[in-house]
């Protein structure tokens, strides 16, 4: 899945860049945001294969971006994993289009694997 | 006039005993002269003839000379009223001995009478004798009253006392000393000594009020005041008298008697002041009849809820407390607390029945600000969690990403100190979750998620994660592994927590070369894990504040200084309980320890139905999909008897393990899992395409495959079947369904129960009931076809009602007990209301329960299933299983 493009949209921004050297170190292309208005600004412009999305930001938290993005591209069609505190797990259920979830502090192995996957199952015909 | 002659009717009879013949003839004479009342004269010449007539006829009244040849004067009277007491004496005297007769009377005779006077005029004598009787009448009277007075002082609880008004001399009965504490000396006999041991703030009124009385030509005195024991404490009285006065109405004595009051005063005082506390509550406080109609409301509530005061129905604090009642009466419970939310408000509504007056009290808390201070401070905890947890994160990925060499090369020492700085970020982080998780199991924030785990992969995976720290010390780090690995219904996540915690703490207290063993126990109604070490012990001193807070206990560890924050082993605890389970342990100083979790078993068909549900609704929510795996092991019977059950259920294990393997190469995850007998179901989040590759390769792999068993090579079939949401079973309906139907739960054996009531209509009704819930059903109308009928059919429950003619409940239950071959069956007795308490004693156990009528259908079932469900999945059932 190498070459395939991530927007990671999160405000600390330092954490963020640790994911996207690390994404990046494994041949993703990244593409960052640090709020949900950003980030829908960053998708006109540029479409990824796959979104890493942040709760709690400020200015567009990750519920309103979701919907945006649903509204955008149709609800399901893009990717999108969730990052969340185990606090919010609860709300998460609410949600729709999402393809999975991972809860904060998260270990990087475990990101990647989670990205490996929905990717595969996004890149199959539906 | 002589011994024997007929007395006229109505005539006083009168005895004369004179010497003097002449003196008689006077006085015969002089009777006989009396006009209207007409005299019976007996006459005697000595004393001792006068007292055989006393004895010997009824006589009312004596006239006896002073001067008698067998007695002298004064004697004669002590002799007459010695034989005949209360006999009236009229003294006869001469003119010389009247000094003497003033005497006589004085020693009890009614008067005397000069000879003389008589001869002048026979009425005097006619008066003397009528007045003499009638005087005698009056003393005996008084004499016989005031005996009863003492009588009933000394009966009466009462200090009753008498006061001469004159002397101020007063007469206590005993009740002064019984009933105040006295001792006899202690008790002065007047006035001053009374008002003495009056209230010294009263004393004054007390007595001026008592005079005032009296000089107001009063005749009745009554109040109350604080009164001295003995001991010198005070008691209430209620102290009340009556004015006694002369002829002349002038106030003689004072006869009164003292009441104790000072039990009645406090229970007055008590329920005052209970009174007061309901009418003085800052909260409102109502009460409520069986109408629904506020009795009483307290001032705050009719502040607080003026529109109350209309009794308006459909007001939220009395909405549903018609339902609220019947529930509360119903189950007996004391009471009920709920929550409403009343404009920006929300209070806390109290609700309690009160049996004896058929009224439902309620109290209403305002818990705005608790609410508010609440949800600040999950809001607090949420924000610090984030706060803390996002540097760490950050930099725990950084020294990550150095130490992956994706920034560039690192050389060795820069390796080494990087894992320095990686070990204390991790444990910064373990610290500062402790702290959050106790942060949120006080506020009561820790919601579980919990699902089925099977205790051989969570054990297996602490484990595994523990093994590097423990070979760290040359520590053999075991799992003492059971006959049959149990599944629990548990939070993993928590459960986890608290096993690490666990088995790090006992490998922190065991020196180097010793040994960790953890092993489970499934008991009949829970399961155990033990963290067993063989490390330095815990003194039976700090056993007791093992697990609570902040309790760092000096267990000689080999590595000294290695602290935590002191919370694991309570946040452990909380967990477990959470779990509706128990944490303890056991320990000898120097001779290492055991630390115990005991989780619930839990229902297993229950359990899973539930989980089903929510991962059905999981997957609608998130628009995928659910896929359910069923594989069945044909000739399992056969395979079980040949190899036992240990042996087919590590194949099944073999088989699932690939199930999950194949899951996991389509992109997915088993959500669900379940073993029972020959059957196992494994639901996964994967579609209809991935499902059936999975299938596929089980076909491929394990249909007809060889597995080892038993160091014998055997070829097993197994047959599989699979469905998914929503691809080929569209409606969740249908999928709980076929869910359901490749349950094991079915293929339970089904429980037989046998209804035991009189009335035909109850029987029918209940038989119908219970066979929809899949029971097998038989009845019996009467104690004698119940025993006929368990002679030749074992039954595994028995629903037994009470009133039954010929042989009722009790008795039928006490002959299944006496029977060896009925006296494991549970009994559930149905029985009605009122009855229980008494009948019922003695007659408890193991497999004994009840429900009133009526009961809820629901909590007959419900009670059905708890006295059966110990054997369903108990360890009964298994050992039935291997056998």
């Known amino acids: ?24 170190s ?27 999305l942040d709760v709690l930001m400020p200015i567009m938290d990750g519920y309103s971006c979701l919907r945006e993005i649903n509204q955008r591209f149709g609800r399901g069609k893009m990717p999108v994993i969730i990052l969340t505190a185990r606090d919010q797990l609860k709300e998460l259920f609410d949600l729709e289009g999402i393809e999975d979830y991972i809860i904060k502090p998260f270990d990087h192995e475990d990101l990647l694997v989670r990205i490996e996957r929905v990717l595969q199952r996004a890149s199959k015909p539906a | 006039m002589t011994p024997g002659t007929p007395d006229a009717p109505g005539s006083i009879r009168v005895l004369l005993i004179e010497d003097n013949p002449g003196d008689a003839r006077l006085i015969q004479e002089a009777l006989a002269e009396v006009q209207g009342q007409p005299f019976a004269l007996v006459w005697v010449k000595r004393l001792a003839e006068g007292l055989d007539r006393l004895a010997a006829q009824p006589i009312d009244i004596v006239l006896l000379d002073l001067s008698l040849p067998d007695s002298q004067g004064l004697e004669g009277v002590g002799t007459i009223q010695g034989k005949t007491p209360a006999m009236p004496v009229i003294i006869l005297t001469g003119l010389d001995d009247e000094a003497l007769a003033i005497e006589a009377v004085k020693k009890g005779a009614q008067d005397y009478l000069g000879k003389a006077v008589v001869q002048v005029d026979s009425s005097f004598l006619a008066r003397a004798i009528r007045y003499a009787i009638e005087r005698q009448r009056i003393e005996e009277a ?59 703030e009263e ?7 008592i005079h005032a009385v009296i000089a107001g030509g009063g005749r009745f005195w009554s109040s109350e005041y604080r009164f001295r024991r003995g001991d010198g404490t005070f008691a209430y009285v209620f102290d009340r008298g009556y004015v006694v006065q002369d002829e002349q109405g002038r106030p003689v004595r004072m006869i009164g008697a003292m009441m104790d009051i000072t039990e009645r005063k406090q229970a007055e005082q008590s329920l ?40 308006e129905r459909g007001h939220p604090v009395l909405e ?60 607090f905890i949420s924000t610090v969690s984030h706060e803390l947890r996002t540097p760490l994160a950050t930099i725990k990925e950084f020294i990550a990403i150095i130490a992956d060499e994706i920034a560039g090369p690192t050389t060795p020492d820069q390796k080494q100190y990087l894992g320095i700085i990686k070990t204390n970020i991790d444990r910064l982080a373990r610290m500062i979750n402790d702290v959050l998780d106790m942060a949120k199991i006080e506020s009561g924030r820790i919601v579980l998620n919990k699902e089925v785990v099977s205790t051989q992969t969570m054990l297996g995976q602490v484990v595994e994660s523990m093994k590097l720290l423990a070979q760290s010390k040359q520590i053999t780090l075991t799992i003492n592994a059971p006959k049959f690995f149990p599944d629990i219904y548990a939070d993993q996540d928590k459960l986890t927590q608290v096993l690490i915690n666990l088995i790090s703490n006992a490998i922190k207290f065991t020196p180097d070369r010793g040994a960790v063993t953890i092993g489970v126990d499934e008991l009949e109604t829970e399961v155990r894990i ?11 001193k700090d056993l007791p504040r093992l697990f609570e807070k902040f309790q760092q206990f000096r267990r000689m560890s080999a590595e000294s200084g290695s602290t935590g924050t002191g919370l694991g082993l309570a946040i452990s605890k909380r967990f477990v309980e959470l779990h509706g389970g128990r944490i303890w342990a056991e320990s000898h100083a120097g001779s290492g320890s055991r630390f115990y979790i005991s989780l619930p078993r839990y229902h297993v068909g229950e359990v899973f139905r539930e989980y089903v549900k929510s991962a059905l609704s999981k997957a609608r929510r998130a628009n995928s999909h659910l896929s359910i795996i069923t594989i069945a092991v044909a000739d399992f019977e056969d395979l079980r008897s040949r190899y036992g059950a240990e042996a087919v259920r590590t194949m ?22 379940w073993q029972n007998g020959d059957l196992l179901v494994v639901l996964a989040d994967i579609d209809q395409a991935g499902c059936l590759s999975v299938v596929d390769r089980i076909k491929r792999t394990a249909e007809g495959g060889t597995y080892q068993l038993e160091h014998a090579d055997q070829r097993i079939q197994i047959m599989t079947s699979s469905a998914t949401y929503p691809d080929s079973v569209v409606s969740e309906e249908d999928f709980l369904r076929l869910v359901e139907s490749g349950m094991p739960v079915s293929s339970k054996p089904r429980r037989r129960i046998l209804i035991v009531d009189d009335e035909p209509k109850i029987r029918h009704f209940l038989k119908e009931v219970l066979e929809m819930q899949g029971y097998e059903v038989l009845t019996a109308a009467s104690g004698p076809d119940t025993l006929e009928q368990l002679k030749v059919q074992a039954v595994d429950l028995i629903l037994l009602d009470v009133m039954m003619p010929v042989m009722d409940g009790y008795q039928v239950y006490h002959l299944l007990r006496e029977n060896p071959q009925t006296r494991d069956v549970p009994v559930l007795i149905v029985t009605a209301q009122g009855e229980r308490t008494d009948r019922l004693l003695g007659i408890e156990g193991p497999s004994y329960n009840y429900v009133i009528k009526p009961f809820e259908i629901e909590e007959l079932l419900g009670k059905i299933q708890e006295m059966l469900a110990p054997r369903s999945t108990g360890r009964r059932a298994v050992e039935r299983e291997v056998s």
């Open chain 2, 652 to 673: 099944l294990n073999l088989i699932e393990r690939r199930i999950r393997d194949s899951i996991r190469l389509n992109a997915g995850d088993a959500v669900v899992r």
């Open chain 1, 1 to 24: 899945m190498a070459g395939k493009k991530i927007l990671v949209i999160d405000d600390e921004e330092q954490l963020a860049l640790a994911v996207k050297i690390r994404l990046q």
């Open chain 2, 272 to 311: 005052a002041r209970l009174a007061s506390f309901a009418e003085r509550n800052p909260d409102p406080v109502i009460e409520i009849d069986a109408n629904g109609t506020v009795t009483y409301l307290n001032s705050a509530a009719s502040a607080k809820f003026p529109e109350l005061t209309k009794a």
């Open chain 2, 530 to 540: 033990v963290v067993t070490d063989t490390g330095v012990g815990i003194e039976a």
């Open chain 2, 142 to 200: 008084i004499r016989a009253s005031e005996q009863r007075f003492q009588i009933v002082a000394r009966a009466t609880n009462d200090a009753v006392w008498d006061w001469d008004l004159k002397t101020n001399q007063v007469w206590w009965n005993e009740a002064i000393q019984t009933r105040f504490k006295y001792s006899p000396t202690q008790v002065k006999p007047d006035l001053s000594w009374w008002s003495e041991q009056i209230h010294p």
């Open chain 2, 320 to 379: 549903g407390l018609s339902a609220v009642m019947g529930t509360l009466q119903r189950t007996g419970q004391q009471a009920f607390v709920r929550e409403i939310a009343m404009g920006d408000h929300v209070y806390e509504q109290h609700i309690s029945y009160v049996a004896e007056s058929r009224v439902i009290r309620s109290y209403i808390i305002d818990i705005t600000d608790r609410k508010q201070v609440e949800r600040l401070k999950d809001e």
């Open chain 2, 203 to 209: 004393s004054e009124r007390i007595v001026a009020g």
């Open chain 1, 26 to 52: 494994k041949g993703y292309q990244v593409l960052s945001a640090s709020n949900g208005r950003q980030a829908l600004e960053v998708m006109s412009q540029d479409r990824p294969d796959l979104v890493l």
